[in-house]
C-alpha cells in the first residue's frame, strides 16, 4: 500500500455555509394593565385620587363660605350641588385610603392586622384632637367634621380584614340599613346640640357626646362610615385601569341618577311630601315657598323621625338610605372623572387635563391643612369678603400655595403631624408582634417592619 508523501498536497473538502435557522421577530411585551408604557400609570392614580380630594376640598369649602339658602327659605343652588355630596366624596376617598395603606388587599389577623389597626386608630386620634382644637369656632359658619370622622375611623377599623367578596355587599347593605336603623334609635337619644364638639363636652357628658357624634349629630359616623366601606372596596380595585376610571364614572352616576328619581317619584306623585307636611310642625312648610324647598334645607346630618316618608328624601345632608346612594354615587363618578383626566394620554387632551388636574392633586394632597385654614379663616377678623369673593380668594389661594408647596416641601404639614405618628406606631406594633410570635432564634418575617405588604 502506497503512502502519500507527508509533504504531499492533501485534498481537503471545500467549507459549505451553514444555513441558520431563520430567526422570527420577538414581539415587544405587551404592556401590563397596571402599568402605562412609560410607566406612570402608578403616579398616575394617585394623582386622580389626590384630584378628586381637590374636588372635595373646593366642594365643602363652597358649602361653608357661600350661602345656603335664599332669604325666604329656598336652598341655593350651591348647596344643593355640593351640600352633602363633598363630605360624602370625603369619606369615600378616607377609604380608599384605608385600601392604600393596607397594600390594597385584606389584612390578614396577626402582625399586619395588628399594626395596621394601631396606625389607623392613631390617625383617628390625631384627628380627634385637631378637631377638638378647633372646637371654639363658630358651628353656624362650619360644622367641623374631623371629630365625626375620628370616631368613624376607629369604626372601620375592622373593615381593613373583611374580604373584597364580602365587603362590596356588606357596603352596599351599610348605604341602605344602616339609615333605617338610625331612624329607629334616634327617638330614644338625647337631642343633639349640634355645638362643634369639644373635650369639655367630652368630659362633661361622654354619653351625650358619643350619641351626637355616632348617631345624631351632623356628621353621624355610623353613617359617614358606609361611604369609608365604600371607598376601602374601590381602593382594591385597578384604579390605574382606564376601564376601572370608566366603571367608577359611569357606575356612579347611574346610581346617582336612580336614587334621585326614585326619590322625586316617591316624594311627589308618590305622596311622600303630603306625608311630611302632615307628619311635621306648621313652621316646616311655612319656612320656605313649597314644602319642596322646607324639605331639601331642614336636615342638619339626620332628618326628623316623625314619618318613615323622611327617609324618601335626597336632601343634602339627610342620610337616608337614597341620600346615600346618591352621594355614593356622585363621589364614584367624581372619582372616576378624576383618574380619567389624570391618565389621558391624547395629544389635544392630556395638556388641558394636566392643566386642571395638577393644582387640584397639589390642594387635595394636603386637604387637612387646607380645611383647617379654611375654618380659621372664616373664623377670623380677616375674612371681611363677600360670600363668593371670599369664596374665590380661598380656593385660588388653596391651589396656587398646594402646588408651590407640594414643588418645594412635599407633604402638607398637618398631614405630617397626623401621619409620623401613626406610622411610628404601625412600626412599633409590627417589630413587636413579630417578636412575640417568632420562634426563638427563627427567622424573621420577610415582610420588613415598617414596610406595607405587596
Known amino acids: 500500500m502506497t503512502r502519500p508523501a507527508p509533504d504531499a498536497e492533501r485534498t481537503v473538502p471545500a467549507l459549505q455555509p451553514v444555513r441558520l435557522p431563520e430567526q422570527r421577530a420577538v414581539p415587544a411585551p405587551r404592556p401590563r394593565p397596571d402599568r402605562a408604557p412609560d410607566g406612570n400609570r402608578s403616579g398616575n392614580r394617585l394623582i386622580g385620587v389626590d384630584a378628586a380630594r381637590g374636588v372635595a376640598l373646593l366642594g365643602i369649602v363652597a358649602v361653608h363660605a357661600l350661602v345656603e339658602t335664599t332669604d325666604d327659605g329656598v336652598p341655593t343652588p350651591s348647596y344643593l350641588i355640593f351640600g352633602g355630596r363633598s363630605a360624602a366624596l370625603f369619606a369615600l376617598l378616607a377609604g380608599v385610603s384605608f385600601a392604600f395603606l393596607t397594600a390594597r388587599a385584606r389584612v390578614r389577623p396577626g402582625p399586619d392586622l395588628a399594626a395596621a389597626a394601631a396606625s389607623l386608630a392613631t390617625r383617628a386620634g390625631m384627628l380627634m384632637l385637631v378637631g377638638l382644637a378647633l372646637s ?68 362633661t357628658d361622654p354619653g351625650g357626646a358619643l350619641s351626637e357624634l355616632a348617631v345624631t349629630g351632623a356628621y353621624p359616623a355610623v353613617l359617614w362610615v358606609s361611604y369609608m366601606a365604600v371607598g376601602i372596596v374601590v381602593g382594591r380595585l385597578r384604579l390605574s385601569s382606564p376601564r ?76 337616608t338610605p337614597l341620600d346615600m346612594l346618591q352621594t355614593a354615587g356622585s363621589a364614584l363618578a367624581v372619582l372616576g372623572a378624576a383618574l380619567l383626566l389624570a391618565g389621558a394620554t391624547h395629544r389635544v387632551v392630556a395638556p388641558v387635563a394636566g392643566v386642571l388636574v395638577r393644582p387640584l392633586a397639589a ?27 371670599g369664596y374665590l380668594w ?19 404639614p398637618l398631614e405630617t403631624l397626623v401621619s409620623a405618628p401613626a406610622h411610628a406606631v404601625r412600626d412599633r406594633v409590627r417589630a413587636r408582634t413579630r417578636d412575640r410570635v417568632a420562634p426563638a432564634g427563627g427567622p424573621r418575617s420577610p415582610i420588613a417592619a415598617g414596610r406595607d405588604r405587596r
Open 136 to 203: 371654639w369656632t363658630d358651628p353656624t359658619i362650619a360644622a367641623l367634621i374631623l371629630p365625626y370622622y375620628a370616631v368613624a375611623f376607629l369604626l372601620a377599623i375592622p373593615l381593613v380584614a373583611v374580604p373584597t367578596r364580602v365587603l362590596a355587599p356588606l357596603a352596599v347593605l351599610l348605604c341602605a340599613g344602616v339609615p333605617v336603623l338610625s331612624h329607629l334609635v334616634r327617638p330614644a337619644l338625647p337631642d343633639p346640640s349640634l355645638a362643634n364638639p369639644s373635650l369639655v363636652e367630652i368630659v
Open 244 to 319: 376601572t376610571a370608566l366603571a367608577l364614572l359611569g357606575g356612579g352616576a347611574a346610581v346617582a341618577v336612580v336614587a334621585t328619581v326614585t326619590s322625586m317619584w316617591l316624594l311627589g306623585p308618590g305622596g311622600g311630601y303630603a306625608a311630611i307636611a302632615a307628619a311635621s310642625p306648621p313652621a316646616l312648610p311655612a319656612s320656605a315657598p313649597t314644602i319642596a324647598d322646607a324639605v331639601a334645607g331642614y336636615p342638619d346630618g339626620v332628618t326628623p323621625t316623625t314619618t318613615w316618608w323622611w327617609l324618601a328624601t335626597v336632601a343634602p345632608h339627610s342620610g
Open 363 to 389: 390642594a387635595g394632597s394636603m386637604t387637612l391643612t387646607f380645611y383647617v385654614a379654611s375654618i380659621l379663616f372664616m373664623n377670623s377678623p380677616l375674612d371681611v369678603f363677600d360670600p363668593v369673593e
Open 394 to 412: 380661598q380656593i385660588g389661594v388653596a391651589l396656587a400655595a398646594g402646588t408651590a408647596w407640594r414643588r418645594a416641601v412635599g407633604r402638607g
